[in-house]
C-alpha cells in the first residue's frame, strides 16, 4: 500500500510526519536538528530516500543536511569528521560563493537597496532546495541574497548559475521585506533544459538552456507599489506552480494577485477572480487535475493574516477565476496565522492530498483534494514550509 | 593539546560532548586553532568564520582566561595558558535575542 512522508521546515527545527494512504493516522518524527531554522525539506524524485535540507542560523550560518535513508539520519556531505588531524577540510557543502570569474560568472557585485543605492551581493541562506527529477546527487539552491547554485555530487560543492544573476537586469533587483531570496524553481519535465525561478523582489526568470542563459517572465504582472507597475523586472512574486504535464502553464501568487500564464511566462493574466483578497503566499496544483489549484488568501501586505480570522483555502477547478472556500475541518473564528511561500504540497495518491503549515505550527492534511481537512500536528514551532513525498 | 569548547549546537554539528582537544604546532593563535579545529571536524567550516574572507561571524565571540578575545587579531599569540592546555579557548554564540 502506498505511504506519504511529508517533509516539514520549522524556524526551530524540522520533522517528518509519515502516514499510510488513508492519511488518518500519524507518525511523527523530530525535531531534526533541533533548535535550528529549517528553511527547507526535500526529497529527490530520483530516490525518495535521498532527503536535503537546509539548516541555518543567524549565529553559525548555512549547513546543508543530506539523509540516504528517508530522515532517520543525516550528514553534512564532505564534512565528515576526519580520522586525524592535519587531513586538508573538506567541508564546502554550505559553501555557497558568488560566482565572478571572468570566464564563467559576471563581474557584477551590486543590487539595488532599500534606498535606491547599489548594495553588493552578500550570501545569507539557502531558502529553497530542488532536486534534480532524474539524479539524485543533482540539486538547485535558491539562495538569499538571489542567486541559483547547482550541485551534481550530492551537495558536497555547490556552483552558481551566475547567468541568473548576471544576465542584466540585477543592478534593479531589491529585497522584499523578507529579503531578496530566490524561493522558487520549478523544472520541467519534458524539458531538462527549462528551469522557471521566482525571486523577491525581482519576478520570475526563465532559462531553456539548463541555467547558462536566463530572461525576465513578467510581462503582464502589474505591481502598483513600484513606480514603473509594468517593468520587466521589480515584481514581488511570492510563489509559482506548475502541474508537471503541462509544459507551457504557469501559475503565480504575486504579493497582490493571482496570476496565469499559458505561454511559458511570456505573458502573465490575473485570475483572481472572486477571490475574497488576492494577497497571500502559497499556491499549488493539483497532482492529477492540472486546472485545479489552491491558494490560501491572506488579509493584506499589512495584515498577515487570513480574513475575519478564518482559514480558508480557496479552490478552483476552472485554472482560476472561479474560486470555492474550503472550511471543512479547519478553524473558522479567532485563527491569525500565516502561510508562508513554501508551506503548501500535494501528494500524487490517486485521491490527491493538499498539505498546507502555518506560522502558529499547525500542519494540516486533506486526503480528499480540500473538501475535508484535519490538523496532523497543532503545535510545531512556526511552519516555514512543507513538501511531501508519495512512497510505494 | 589545545582545548576548545564549542556552543551547543555547534557540539551536535560535530557529533562532539563535552570540549575537544586540537593538535597546533607552532605559534598558537586564533587562526591556527580554528584551522586545526576545521581540519579536524570540517563540517564547522563557515560555522564560525566565513568560508571565503575568514573573518569571524558576527555572533560568535571567543573566550579564554576570563576575557573576551574576539576583537584580537586572528595571529596574535593567545594566552599562554590556552596554548599550554592549562585553560580552554572557548567559541560563543553570542546573546544576541532572537526568536
Given at each position: 500500500?502506498s505511504s506519504v512522508r511529508v517533509l516539514?521546515?520549522?524556524?526551530?527545527?524540522?520533522?517528518?510526519l509519515?502516514s499510510?494512504g488513508k492519511r488518518e493516522?500519524?507518525?511523527?518524527?523530530?525535531?531534526?536538528?533541533?533548535?535550528?531554522?529549517?528553511?527547507?525539506?526535500k526529497g529527490?524524485p530520483?530516490?525518495?530516500?535521498?532527503?536535503?535540507?537546509?539548516?541555518?542560523?543567524?549565529?553559525?550560518?548555512?549547513?546543508?543536511?543530506?539523509?540516504?535513508?528517508?530522515?532517520?539520519?543525516?550528514?553534512?556531505?564532505?564534512?565528515?569528521?576526519?580520522?586525524?588531524?592535519?587531513?586538508?577540510?573538506?567541508?564546502?557543502?554550505?559553501?555557497?560563493?558568488?560566482?565572478?570569474?571572468?570566464?564563467?560568472?559576471?563581474?557584477?557585485?551590486?543590487?539595488?537597496?532599500?534606498?535606491?543605492?547599489?548594495?553588493?551581493?552578500?550570501?545569507?541562506?539557502?531558502?529553497?532546495?530542488e532536486?534534480?527529477l532524474?539524479?539524485?546527487?543533482?540539486?538547485?539552491?535558491?539562495?538569499?541574497?538571489?542567486?541559483?547554485?547547482?550541485?551534481?555530487?550530492?551537495?558536497?560543492?555547490?556552483?552558481?548559475?551566475?547567468?541568473?544573476?548576471?544576465?542584466?537586469?540585477?543592478?534593479?533587483?531589491?529585497?522584499?521585506?523578507?529579503?531578496?531570496?530566490?524561493?522558487t524553481i520549478l523544472l520541467e519535465p519534458s524539458?531538462?533544459?527549462?528551469?522557471y525561478?521566482a525571486?523577491?523582489?525581482?519576478?520570475?526568470?526563465?532559462?531553456?538552456?539548463?541555467?547558462?542563459?536566463?530572461?525576465?517572465?513578467?510581462?503582464?504582472?502589474?505591481?502598483?507599489?513600484?513606480?514603473?507597475?509594468?517593468?520587466?523586472?521589480?515584481?514581488?512574486?511570492h510563489h509559482m506552480a506548475k502541474h508537471p504535464a503541462r509544459t507551457n502553464v504557469l501559475f503565480m501568487q504575486k504579493?497582490?494577485?493571482v496570476m496565469r500564464s499559458d505561454?511559458a511566462g511570456?505573458?502573465w493574466h490575473e485570475v483572481s477572480g472572486n477571490l475574497?483578497?488576492d494577497?497571500g503566499f502559497v499556491i499549488d496544483v493539483h497532482a492529477h487535475e492540472p486546472e485545479t489549484i489552491y491558494v490560501v488568501p491572506?488579509?493584506?501586505?499589512?495584515?498577515?493574516?487570513?480574513?475575519?480570522?478564518?482559514l480558508r483555502v480557496y479552490r478552483s477547478r476552472t485554472g482560476g477565476n472561479e474560486w470555492e472556500a474550503l472550511t471543512k475541518g479547519l478553524?473558522?473564528?479567532?485563527?491569525?496565522?500565516?502561510v508562508l511561500r513554501d508551506a503548501m504540497a500535494v501528494d500524487t495518491l490517486d485521491s490527491c492530498g493538499v498539505y498546507f503549515g502555518?506560522?502558529?505550527?499547525?500542519v494540516y492534511v486533506s486526503p480528499d483534494a480540500g473538501d475535508n481537512w484535519a490538523?496532523i500536528?497543532?503545535?510545531?514551532?512556526?511552519?516555514?514550509s512543507v513538501e511531501v513525498q508519495t512512497l510505494p | 593539546?589545545?582545548?576548545?569548547?564549542?556552543?551547543?549546537?555547534?557540539?551536535?554539528?560535530?557529533?562532539?560532548?563535552?570540549?575537544?582537544?586540537?593538535?597546533?604546532?607552532?605559534?598558537?593563535?586564533?587562526?591556527?586553532?580554528?584551522?586545526?579545529?576545521?581540519?579536524?571536524?570540517?563540517?564547522?567550516?563557515?560555522?564560525?568564520?566565513?568560508?571565503?574572507?575568514?573573518?569571524?561571524?558576527?555572533?560568535?565571540?571567543?573566550?579564554?582566561?576570563?576575557?573576551?578575545?574576539?576583537?584580537?587579531?586572528?595571529?596574535?599569540?593567545?594566552?599562554?595558558?590556552?596554548?599550554?592546555?592549562?585553560?580552554?579557548?572557548?567559541?560563543?554564540?553570542?546573546?544576541?535575542?532572537?526568536?
Open positions: 500500500m516539514v521546515g520549522t524556524r526551530k527545527g524540522a520533522f517528518i509519515t499510510d493516522q500519524w507518525d511523527i518524527s523530530g525535531p531534526h536538528f533541533a533548535g535550528w531554522e529549517m528553511y527547507h525539506v529527490s530520483a530516490d525518495p530516500n535521498r532527503l536535503y535540507a537546509s539548516q541555518t542560523s543567524g549565529w553559525f550560518g548555512q549547513i546543508i543536511q543530506r539523509s540516504s535513508d528517508g530522515g532517520k539520519t543525516w550528514e553534512t556531505p564532505g564534512g565528515e569528521k576526519m580520522p586525524s588531524p592535519g587531513s586538508m577540510p573538506a567541508g564546502a557543502s554550505n559553501k555557497f560563493v558568488y560566482d565572478t570569474t571572468p570566464e564563467t560568472g559576471k563581474p557584477l557585485t551590486t543590487h539595488q537597496w532599500y534606498d535606491g543605492t547599489q548594495h553588493p551581493w552578500e550570501f545569507k541562506r539557502v531558502w529553497h532546495l532536486p534534480s532524474t539524479d539524485p546527487d543533482t540539486v538547485y539552491a535558491g539562495v538569499e541574497d538571489a542567486a541559483i547554485f547547482r550541485t551534481t555530487d550530492g551537495a558536497t560543492t555547490w556552483q552558481e548559475l551566475a547567468g541568473l544573476r548576471g544576465h542584466g537586469t540585477g543592478p534593479k533587483w531589491q529585497p522584499g521585506a523578507g529579503g531578496m531570496g530566490l524561493h524539458d531538462p533544459g527549462r528551469i525561478i525571486i523577491s523582489a525581482a519576478g520570475a526568470f526563465r532559462t531553456d538552456d539548463a541555467g547558462k542563459t536566463w530572461k525576465p517572465i513578467n510581462r503582464g504582472l502589474k505591481s502598483s507599489y513600484i513606480p514603473d507597475p509594468n517593468a520587466e523586472v521589480g515584481h514581488c512574486v504579493h497582490w494577485d505561454d511570456e505573458s475574497p483578497t494577497f491572506i488579509k493584506s501586505d499589512s495584515e498577515h493574516f487570513p480574513l475575519e480570522g478564518k478553524p473558522q473564528r479567532d485563527c491569525y496565522v500565516n502555518t506560522t502558529g505550527g499547525q490538523p500536528v497543532r503545535d510545531l514551532p512556526a511552519v516555514l | 593539546m589545545i582545548r576548545v569548547i564549542l556552543p551547543q549546537h555547534l557540539r551536535t554539528l560535530a557529533r562532539v560532548e563535552g570540549e575537544v582537544q586540537v593538535e597546533v604546532e607552532g605559534v598558537v593563535t586564533q587562526r591556527s586553532v580554528l584551522d586545526a579545529l576545521e581540519a579536524r571536524y570540517p563540517m564547522l567550516c563557515g560555522t564560525i568564520r566565513d568560508h571565503v574572507t575568514q573573518k569571524r561571524r558576527p555572533f560568535v565571540r571567543f573566550f579564554a582566561c576570563g576575557e573576551d578575545l574576539s576583537h584580537e587579531l586572528p595571529d596574535s599569540p593567545l594566552p599562554v595558558a590556552v596554548a599550554r592546555g592549562a585553560e580552554p579557548f572557548l567559541v560563543v554564540g553570542a546573546i544576541a535575542g532572537g526568536s
